[in-house]
């Protein structure tokens, strides 16, 4: 059985700082994570020893190829309704590479999850209140 890994780095300046875009695909699936480098330019060094030391550590957030899906949902015969889905497709799908794609969704990922953990400490905050507020009154009311 033959397994096919592929993996890439773009090392970019965004104006401000050097980044590296670390793209990994691996059977079907797409990975994307963004390192920010620092200002100063990094050597050939520089990036090998950042590979070998932090390659593990490195958050891909591997989904299913965003390309290999957009094959499925035009499989349709008619072809005015494979020409509406291919526009809607592009709509959704928006403009920029696939990594930049990857690091989108796995972001809304990311912010949904945040904002259900802070709807579960809001939540839990609130019953402890009560329960305060709850313990209090009883207190009141008890007798002495």
């Not at 509406?84 to 690091?103: D, F, N, S, Y």
């Not at 912010?111 to 329960?131: D, G, V």
Request: a positive charge; hydrophobic letters at 40%; glycine letters at 6%.
């Amino acid at each position: 059985m033959q397994v096919t890994t592929s993996i890439t780095l773009t090392v970019l300046h965004d104006g401000q700082f050097w980044i590296g875009i670390f793209e990994h695909a691996d059977e079907g699936r797409y990975g994307a994570c963004r390192v920010v480098f620092g200002a100063a330019e990094p050597t050939d060094v520089e990036l090998v020893a950042f590979i070998v030391r932090r390659w593990t550590t490195l958050a891909f957030d591997m989904a299913a190829d965003p390309s290999a899906t957009a094959d499925a949902v035009l499989s349709h015969a008619n072809p005015k309704r494979r020409q509406r889905e291919a526009r809607k497709l592009v709509e959704r799908a928006g403009v920029g590479t696939k990594a930049q794609q990857a690091m989108s969704i796995s972001y809304e990922a990311r912010k949904i999850e945040s904002r259900a953990l802070a709807r579960e400490a809001r939540q839990a905050q609130a019953e402890r209140r009560f329960a305060l507020r709850r313990q209090k009154r009883k207190q009141k009311h008890r007798g002495r």
